[in-house]
């Protein structure tokens, strides 16, 4: 059993969204729209639906393609704008769609050069509105391990707890043994966090943990506490808090590619 709560069981879901969303590609805006539905196709997180009515003109083309989907019949289109096409990205539901979906589009997400939440970028899915993250000044002492190494250790950092994920402990770069990262050029994405802009790897004597650090030098305005900050992924390493081992459960970010 993990030691944080896990989201809401909010499968199939489909709820109003208040925010403004926008989605472009090639440098133009393919819909504009307040009217957006959040749509959860896993417990994970939602999907945005969003009304035909709202989607620019010209940038959806049907490719004569029907899919017959457990939401409802969805015709298959291109997405095409700014010189840019992205063939079967878009499905239109028909008037046989549930939930209220009859009528709107669902983009494929990866299919976008971006995606805004009023005038923020948005990057890998909606913000879920189940899902808290916060990021809160601590000074818990932390210690990070790998086997007999002691990796980082610190009296003064921000702890992220985060719905569904094990606690993120940020150590300032002093408080942490830079003689054993190794730069790598994985970059990750989060919504809540934004885009990371470094990871490393932990060399421990002959063992090399790949990709098991990481740092957000501009994080999104809520997480502007992290900024500059390293952390380890908690299941690659032992951390310690306030001399209690945190529990190692396999972590679903890293899994996903993601942080």
Same mark, same amino acid.
């Given at each position: 059993?993990? $030691?944080?709560?896990d989201?809401?069981s909010? #499968?199939?879901?489909? &709820?109003?969204s208040?925010?403004r969303v926008r989605?472009e590609?090639?440098?133009v805006?393919? !819909?504009?729209?307040r009217?957006?539905?959040?749509v /959860? *196709?896993?417990?994970k997180?939602p999907q945005?639906?969003?009304?035909?009515?709202?989607?620019?003109?010209g940038?959806?083309?049907d490719?004569d393609h029907l &899919?017959?989907?457990?939401r409802?019949t969805?015709r298959?289109?291109?997405v095409t704008?700014?010189? &840019? =096409?992205r063939?079967g990205?878009?499905?239109?539901?028909g008037?046989? +769609?549930?939930?209220?979906l %009859?009528?709107t589009?669902?983009f494929d997400w990866?299919?976008?050069d %971006? /995606?805004?939440e009023? $005038? *923020?970028e948005? !990057?890998? #899915?909606?913000?879920n509105?189940?899902?808290r993250?916060? %990021?809160?000044?601590?000074r +818990? #002492?932390v &210690?990070?391990?790998h086997g007999d190494l002691?990796?980082? *250790?610190?009296?003064s950092?921000v702890l992220? !707890?985060?719905?569904g994920l094990p606690?993120?402990?940020?150590?300032?770069r002093a408080?942490?043994?830079?003689? #054993?990262?190794?730069?790598?050029?994985?970059?990750?994405?989060?919504?809540?966090?934004?885009r990371t802009?470094q990871? /490393?790897?932990?060399?421990?004597?002959?063992?090399?943990?790949e990709d098991?650090?990481w740092?957000?030098?501009?994080?999104?305005t809520?997480?502007?506490?992290? =900024?500059?900050?390293i952390? !380890?992924y908690?299941d690659l390493? *032992?951390i310690?808090?306030?001399?209690?081992v945190a529990?190692r459960?396999d972590?679903?970010?890293?899994?996903?590619g993601?942080?």
């Open positions: 059993m993990h $030691d944080y709560p989201p809401a909010v #499968h199939d879901l489909v &709820q109003a208040p925010r989605g590609l090639g440098g805006t393919v !819909f504009d729209t009217a957006a539905r959040y /959860w *196709e896993t417990v997180y945005y639906y969003v009304p035909l009515d709202d989607v620019s003109p940038t959806l083309v490719d &899919q017959h989907l457990r409802g969805a298959l289109h291109t704008a700014g010189g &840019q =096409s063939p990205a878009a499905r239109v539901y008037d046989d +769609a549930r939930d209220g %009859a009528g589009v669902r990866d299919a976008l %971006a /995606w805004y009023e $005038d *923020e948005v !990057f890998v #899915h909606p913000r509105p189940y899902v993250v916060d %990021a809160l000044r601590s +818990a #002492h &210690q990070v391990r002691l990796l980082a *250790e610190s009296n950092c992220v !707890f985060e719905t606690t993120r402990y940020y150590l300032d408080d942490v043994r830079a003689d #054993h990262l190794i730069p790598t050029d994985t970059l990750t994405a989060c919504p809540y966090k934004g802009s990871y /490393w790897s932990v060399r421990a004597g002959d063992d090399v943990l098991a650090a740092t957000y030098t501009f994080p999104t809520a997480l502007a506490p992290i =900024s500059g900050l952390a !380890f908690n390493v *032992e310690t808090v306030d001399g209690v529990t459960t972590d679903l970010s890293r899994l996903r993601t942080e």
